[in-house]
C-alpha cells in the first residue's frame, strides 16, 4: 500500500487544482501532493511536497477524506486536506498549471476520477470551509 497525501488549498472562496506534467496521468488535474517518506507524518510530507511543488507553505491543514484506490498495479491510500496559504503559488514548477474553481466545477476539467469521494466531501463541507479560509 502506498500512503499518498494531497491538499485542497482554499483561497478567496476558491480551490486550487493543479495539471500534472509528468508520469502516466500527464495531462490530469490533481490536488497537489504526493508520497508519504519513511518517517514522516502525513502533515509533514504534505507540508513538503507543497514546498516543493508549489513553492508556499501552506497552514491550517485538516483533515477532510481519504481513498483507496488502485492505480498501475498498487494499491494507494489517498489522505486529502484543506488547507490554506498567506501567499500564493505563482509559476507551477512541476505542474503545467494551476487553476482555480469551485468544487462543483472541479469536474469540468480532467480531474482524477479516484478523487470523487474527496471532492464529494469538499463540496459538503464548502459553505462551513470558505468562512474558515477567508
Ligand atoms: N498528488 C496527488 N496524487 C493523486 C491524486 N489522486 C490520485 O489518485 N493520486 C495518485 C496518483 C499517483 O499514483 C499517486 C501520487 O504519486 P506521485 O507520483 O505524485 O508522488 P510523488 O509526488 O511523491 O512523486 P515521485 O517522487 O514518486 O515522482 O497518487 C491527487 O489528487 N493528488
Redesign the pocket.
Known sequence: M?E???GALIHDKKVMIAQ?N??S?KGKF??????VESGETLEEALIR?WKE?CGIIIENIQFLEE?I?H??G?T?H?T?FVCSSKKIPDKPKVHSQFIWTTPEHIYDHN??E??KI?VEKLKEKWPCLIEQMK
Open positions: 502506498i499518498v497525501v494531497c500534472r509528468y508520469g496521468a490533481e490536488f497537489p501532493g504526493g508520497k511536497e511543488e481513498s484506490d492505480q498501475d498498487n494507494i489517498l486529502c480531474f482524477f479516484s478523487d474527496l
